[in-house]
């Protein structure tokens, strides 16, 4: 039930799924936890990224719960490039939003590292970030650093240049999970907001949900970084405490510091962020001066359609006799295609189709509903006439239902590249990117993975996993597996290695579809009205 009290605390530290290799929250879970326990807000604070923000953003608003968009960020360490230190960013805004995005994005786009995200700090002054609050990592970032290392002095001078960069917007940040000199960290660090007069707050790094997931994080670490559970000589830098806390669970954490608390509630209402979503920003096409883009569809819609006819009805007679239904359909497509806002797709769409196979790369007659247009036809961006086989327009382009145009466009792939790179170029390369895609743990492959970091032997795990029933291409998840198949029900009940398969199963189930990985999507590119930082980080 949700507290009936006022509220006392918010979570302002959150590795979701999405963090890929320490976080197994699932963002729905996290939103409705707090939503239960009446937290008026929760930011989601995934390392380096803002993968999930999209779904933490609309599954907490549903849920009533005001969504605080962050990222726990790694900032460079120039003079020892192995010792990076920890910041977590909160947007206040929209242009807090745009800055993040701006230092992410550098981050991953300049030369430095491969195996992380760093952000440098004179990127803050060039970027700005008046727009951001920042919290100072506790121990893991450089003030924490500094007063783990009995620096007192050291660590006032960097608290003080975080507050000039931040001025109004640093916090010191206190944490209790069990981490090494823990209490003498809190004490320093409260002492040192004392003598600098810099606000003091108390976050809880969220790892996962309840306290027995910590088995199931840990195999998720070790999958990520390559160890075995067993492992004596493996980092072990989390604790069973790291789980979602409830207000009362952090009220009683820290009684002897009741302001670190309220703070978290004030950075809650100091973070107000409004995402414009389900509205659709085109790159603007280039048209003739003196029109319109509606005009221009239209113009170049009926050009193409002449070229068509005269190809299609050779003879002037035939031609004459079919032309009346060729142009009650464009005058109909046409009027769809303008009324429901989309002439520059159409006019986007058909150039760079028209470029690859002006340039050599061989591309498909069209697919799916697409093929039913005639405008798409007469731009040539199918080669399939639609009133030849009778294809409907309205399963394509529907005013009822009204979603994104979708071309099915199948370009060779030895020479995708050209075409991206063209469409690089004309639309400017800050504006143009290809999208990131997240392979999963799969049924198949989270029974390995889990198998291989539980030190199981292989054979074992090979066995269980070939047992997992396939259903059109896919794997079945492992609670309709063992539904399904007798021979895993057997080795769970029997005697010898039941209890490990057991085990096996239950780790895996909690570990089941979460991102394992992040890829580039093969053909998906993404292209905006100017700077895609405008939008979302690259």
């Known amino acids: 039930m949700p507290a009936m009290n006022s509220p006392r605390y918010v979570h302002l530290r959150l590795?979701?799924?999405?963090?890929?290799t320490d976080g197994i929250v699932r963002i729905g879970d996290a939103v409705k936890r707090a939503a239960a326990d009446g937290m008026p807000a929760l930011a989601l604070t995934d390392l380096g990224n803002l993968f999930g923000l999209v779904k933490f953003y609309t599954g907490a608003r549903g849920k009533g719960v005001k969504p605080i968009a962050g990222a726990d960020v790694w900032i460079a360490n120039p003079l020892v490039p192995e010792d990076a230190s920890r910041l977590l960013l909160l947007a206040r805004n929209r242009t807090g939003y745009r800055q993040l995005c701006e230092l992410l994005t550098r981050a991953y786009t300049v030369q430095g590292r491969r195996d992380r995200a760093e952000i440098r700090r004179e990127w803050f002054s060039e970027i700005g970030c008046d727009g951001l609050i920042a919290l100072s990592g506790a121990h893991l970032g450089d003030v924490g650093d500094a007063l783990l290392n009995g620096n007192f002095d050291l660590a006032?001078?960097?608290?003080?240049?975080?507050?000039?960069?931040?001025?109004?917007?640093?916090?010191l940040e206190v944490q209790r999970y069990g981490q090494p000199q823990q209490e003498a960290v809190v004490q320093q660090t409260a002492d040192l907001a004392g003598d600098t007069g810099l606000p003091l707050v108390a976050t809880h790094p969220v790892q996962f949900m309840k306290p027995d997931d910590f088995q199931a994080h840990e195999a998720r670490v070790c999958i990520a970084e390559g160890y075995v559970l067993g492992d004596t000589r493996r980092p072990r830098v989390?604790?069973?405490?790291?789980?979602f806390k409830t207000q009362d669970e952090m009220a009683e954490l820290f009684a002897d510091l009741p302001e670190a608390l309220e703070n978290s509630l004030e950075i809650a209402k100091r973070c107000n962020i409004e995402m414009t979503l389900g509205k659709n920003f085109l790159p603007d096409f280039p048209i003739p001066e003196g029109m319109t883009i509606d005009d221009y569809l239209v113009e170049e819609a009926k050009k193409g359609l002449e070229v068509r006819l005269a190809e299609l009805y050779p003879d002037p007679e035939e031609r004459l006799k079919r032309r009346p239904e060729y142009d009650e359909r464009l005058v109909f497509e046409c009027k769809t295609i303008l009324q429901m806002g989309f002439p520059g797709y159409f006019l986007i769409v058909a150039d760079f189709i028209n470029w690859a196979k002006n340039n050599g790369v061989p591309v498909g007659p069209g697919r799916g509903s697409g093929a039913g247009s005639l405008v798409a036809y007469s731009l040539r961006i199918t080669d399939?006439?639609?009133?030849?086989?009778?294809?409907l327009f309205e399963r394509f382009l529907n005013p009822e239902r009204v979603s994104m145009p979708d071309f099915d466009i199948d370009f060779c792939q030895d020479n995708r590249w050209r075409v991206i790179e063209y469409v690089r170029e004309h639309y400017g390369a800050d504006a143009v990117s290809q999208i990131a895609t997240f392979g999963t743990m799969s049924s198949k492959a989270v029974i390995r993975d889990v198998g291989r970091v539980f030190g199981l032997p292989y054979s074992m795990c090979d066995r269980i996993s070939k047992l997992i029933p396939i259903v059109q291409n896919k794997p079945v998840s492992l609670a309709e597996a063992i539904e399904q198949e007798p021979q895993l029900a057997e080795m769970m009940e029997g005697d010898g290695d039941a209890e490990s398969v057991r085990e096996l199963f239950d780790l895996a189930g909690r570990l089941e579809d979460l991102p394992r990985n992040v890829g580039m999507h093969a053909g998906g590119v993404l292209s905006a009205p100017g700077k895609i930082t405008d939008f979302c980080p690259i």
């Open 156 to 171: 006032r001078e960097r608290a003080l240049a975080w507050e000039a960069l931040f001025p109004g917007a640093f916090y």
């Open 238 to 243: 989390y604790t069973q405490a790291q789980y």
């Open 384 to 391: 399939l006439d639609p009133l030849a086989y009778a294809l």
């Open 15 to 20: 590795h979701s799924e999405y963090s890929v």
